[in-house]
């Protein structure tokens, strides 16, 4: 009985090479080509829309607008920059944006610790979850909603009023105060979620070791929890303090006749129809940002947004 020999393989062709297969083979022996191209997009994108609008936002500052004809003239002047800089307007309410901002940062950090260190060192997993999705919901809701909410909350004839009459208190109604709680309520979930991160990462190892070594609750947390965790504290003040710096709608809303610097810069855009005023009022908490970046960085805070 003869056995037939099995047939020869076929040559297997080799792939063309097309100019999609020769790019493809490029990036895959050149990692740093590969990431250059993965973040030209966004880059770019971030280049037009962020440094073009603040470089242009700055030119505009030193032009003026025609007091006749209301057309803005690209002269180069400084007459915006003196006038917001010695201006007793200027400096009044950039003077209360700062302290409202302060404030609000001050409450939400206050807040935010013993959430974030009930979530991270105390609570179950199975609860962790839960509240992580608790502090999470009011970002679902619309920030016009929230607003309107405590401006019915903090009303003459709201709920608060309801509640604390009995007790011979009444509600703050609406003004600076109104102003500060509903921000502190608005921005209290982008402080929390850094805090929270930032503990994490704390071993419970080192808690342990201290209470090994004699600490008690305050100690333990002042020695070993805040160092610790301070660039993640750092990291939540940035979002409170510029979210706050720059808001212009929850004043309108709840702040009764009083003005931030963002109320400014929006009155000039509409009403006055003075750009350039308003690109050199736009100015002061992008400088006050920048330099609060600039304390910040050595801090390792940026590591945590």
């Given amino acids: 009985m003869t056995t037939q020999a099995p047939p020869e393989p076929r040559a297997v062709p080799a792939p063309k090479a ?16 590969r990431l250059s191209l993965l ?18 936002l700055l030119v505009t ?27 007793a307007l200027y ?5 209360r944006t700062l302290g409202v901002a302060l404030l609000v940062t001050i409450i939400d950090v206050a807040l935010a610790l013993p959430i974030a260190f009930y979530m991270a060192k105390v609570a179950s997993p199975r ?15 619309s920030y016009l909603v929230k607003a309107y909410a405590w401006r019915s909350v903090l009303s003459q004839e709201g709920i608060l009023e309801w509640v604390l009459a009995p007790f011979g208190m009444h509600t703050p109604g609406y003004g600076l105060p109104a102003t500060i709680i509903t921000l502190s309520y608005l921005w209290l979930p982008y402080v929390i979620l850094p ?33 610790l965790t301070f660039p993640a504290i750092i990291a939540g003040t940035i979002f409170s303090f510029s ?31 003075n750009l350039p005023l308003a690109a050199a009022i736009a100015l002061i908490p992008i400088v006050i940002i920048f330099g609060y970046l600039a304390l910040v960085r050595r801090t390792g805070a940026l590591n945590n947004l």
Wanted: charged share 10%; glycine share 8%; aromatic share 8%.
């Fill in 18 to 33: 097309t100019a999609s297969r020769r790019l493809s083979s490029f990036l895959t022996t050149h990692p740093r080509a």
């Fill in 39 to 56: 973040l030209t997009a966004p880059l770019f994108w971030l280049g037009v829309v962020y440094i073009v609008a603040l470089v242009l």
């Fill in 61 to 87: 500052a030193f032009w003026s607008v025609d007091s006749f004809t209301g057309e803005i003239r690209t002269d180069w002047t400084l007459d915006n920059i003196i006038t917001v800089v010695t201006g």
């Fill in 91 to 95: 400096q009044t309410v950039t003077l």
């Fill in 127 to 141: 609860m962790q979850r839960i509240l992580v999705i608790a502090v999470l919901m009011p970002l679902w809701a």
């Fill in 195 to 227: 805090i929270y991160a930032g503990l994490e990462r704390v071993p419970d190892s080192l808690l342990e070791a201290s209470a090994d070594l004699g600490g008690r609750t305050w100690r333990t947390i002042g020695s070993v929890v805040l160092p």
């Fill in 243 to 273: 979210l706050s710096l720059g808001d212009y709608i929850t004043v309108n809303i709840v702040g009764g006749a009083n003005q931030m610097l963002g109320n400014l810069v929006y009155t000039n855009v509409g009403a006055a129809n």
